[in-house]
């Protein structure tokens, strides 16, 4: 079984005290609605460093040139890691994604059998 883990790859939220900025950090982000399509709109729920917690409305991205998946919710942005049950990271089984490998399989059929018509 594979889980899903958001790791944070831009924090740039800021809050203002008068004329103090604090500069306050997402320390962790859940994602209970994501799902694995491109453009699904999801719930991101940020805990940050101030002990206060936002939903944030996000969408999913998937990158066809790094084959990654993102979760961009504007005032911050993760990187989708797949893991094992065992907690292991997927990335070091098997560097495509699904819909990729599909598409590969897919024209390699296509090539096969095209060949075979040729013969």
């Known amino acids: 079984m594979m889980n899903h883990t958001f790791k944070i790859i ?3 939220c800021y809050q203002s005290n008068n ?4 500069h306050i950090k997402a320390i962790s982000v859940s994602i209970p609605d994501y799902q694995e399509v491109h453009n699904h709109i ?21 990158n066809n040139l790094t084959n990654d998946w993102i979760v961009d919710a504007k005032a911050l942005v993760v ?5 094992l049950d065992d907690g292991s990271d997927f990335e070091h089984v ?3 994604s699904i819909p990729e490998l599909n598409e590969r399989i ?6 096969y059998h095209l060949h075979q018509q040729a013969s």
């Open 10 to 12: 831009t924090n740039n």
């Open 94 to 96: 098997n560097h495509h």
């Open 42 to 62: 999801c719930t991101m729920d940020v805990t940050y460093n101030d002990r206060s917690i936002k939903s944030l409305i996000a969408r999913v991205i998937y």
């Open 79 to 83: 990187n989708v890691i797949d893991t």
């Open 19 to 22: 004329t103090v900025k604090n």
């Open 106 to 111: 897919r024209i390699a059929h296509r090539a």
